[in-house]
């Protein structure tokens, strides 16, 4: 997206188009009101999933937890952690200052960062004193049975390019987001390709939806690591909860902020299979924001300078982009 922003590369141009412009304006001054309105809506959808996969989350913790420590209330009834999940998080709902969370932020993707670091060291380590299992690694990891119930998992991290445009107006040198952008991607991709692949060759066909649950929190270490995680996340709800409010006219309004933390109890409870929401709202929402939208707006801005091979390569790599789409919710569906 951020070519957008750029003429022709040849001419070392760095012309900004559109400065100071949203995602949504972008695409309604290129093709129109209906994009505005897809860019819209998908980006709703993605942020209704993160609020539910975060619920859904803190819940699971809880249940965990709680049934470790012969809590029953919590294991027997699905209807209390929930609850208990929602009087949680509904003080943090009702944040209107921003300015000590981000750093919050800051802190917790750091914390996060060191958590896999522990845990990927952990793995590598069950790997090496199990040489059987560890040779069979790559045979476990090349399993695309399941590709269809798992590519919108994969996809949904992507769906934060909603708010490259803010990110790159916000920035004192734009014009450095391309190289910033790549480098940081590259890092993103690496943890996520990496650590997933320890956690599954270690776990196998035992993997847990949340792979942090397959420790055994009894031990201090692994009790203490997920503590963290989970404590990282609940300190960044409100960043989590407030892009949504900015749809709505009454989003200062404290009973229609615990309204939303109601309904959005209630799509948790709906969707309890934490694996098959990613996979639905990943494939209908975070696949066309990050893949089919932008390259539509690309080829429709660039339409008449665009060269034949790049429309050829953007246009099959629309067409994949669909293509995977529709696979993924054709596995969250069945």
């Not at 200052?97 to 958590?115: D, K, P, R």
């Not at 270690?202 to 009790?223: A, E, H, M, R």
């Not at 050829?312 to 067409?319: D, G, H, M, P, Y």
Request: hydrophobic content about 50%; glycine content about 6%.
């Amino acid at each position: 997206m951020d070519a957008i922003y750029h003429s022709n590369s040849r001419h070392c141009s760095t012309i900004i188009l559109f400065p100071d412009i949203s995602f949504a304006r972008l695409g309604f001054q290129v093709c129109g009101k209906p994009m505005q309105i897809a860019v819209d809506v998908c980006i709703i959808g993605c942020q209704v999933a993160v609020n539910l996969g975060f619920i859904t989350f803190m819940r699971e913790f809880l249940t965990h937890v709680m049934c470790a420590a012969k809590v029953e209330s919590f294991c027997d009834n699905e209807l209390f952690p929930l609850l208990s999940t929602l009087i949680i998080i509904a003080p943090l709902s009702l944040v209107t200052n921003f300015h000590y969370f981000y750093m919050i932020s800051c802190v917790a993707t750091f914390i996060q960062l060191t958590t896999f670091i522990i845990l990927s060291a952990s793995n590598s380590q069950t790997l090496l004193n199990r040489p059987a299992e560890a040779s069979n690694v790559f045979d476990n990891l090349y399993n695309f049975s399941g590709l269809s119930e798992t590519i919108g998992n994969f996809i949904f991290t992507f769906e934060g390019i909603a708010v490259i445009m803010e990110l790159r107006s916000s920035m004192q040198r734009p014009g450095s987001l391309t190289s910033l952008l790549c480098c940081v991607m590259t890092f993103v991709c690496g943890i996520y390709i990496l650590f997933p692949m320890l956690g599954y060759s270690t776990f196998g066909s035992n993997t847990k939806q949340v792979i942090l649950f397959n420790y055994d929190l009894s031990s201090s270490v692994f009790f203490s690591v997920c503590l963290c995680y989970s404590l990282t996340l609940l300190m960044t709800f409100p960043m989590q909860f407030f892009p949504i409010l900015e749809y709505f006219p009454w989003k200062k309004n404290l009973l229609f902020r615990g309204f939303l933390v109601i309904l959005f109890g209630f799509g948790a409870y709906f969707f309890n299979n934490l694996q098959k929401m990613a996979n639905l709202f990943g494939s209908l929402f975070a696949g066309p924001i990050s893949f089919i939208i932008p390259i539509i707006i690309y080829n429709r801005h660039y339409e008449k300078t665009i060269s034949k091979s790049r429309l050829w390569l953007n246009n099959i790599l629309l067409v994949f982009a669909f293509g995977l789409s529709l696979l993924g919710i054709r596995g969250a569906l069945l």
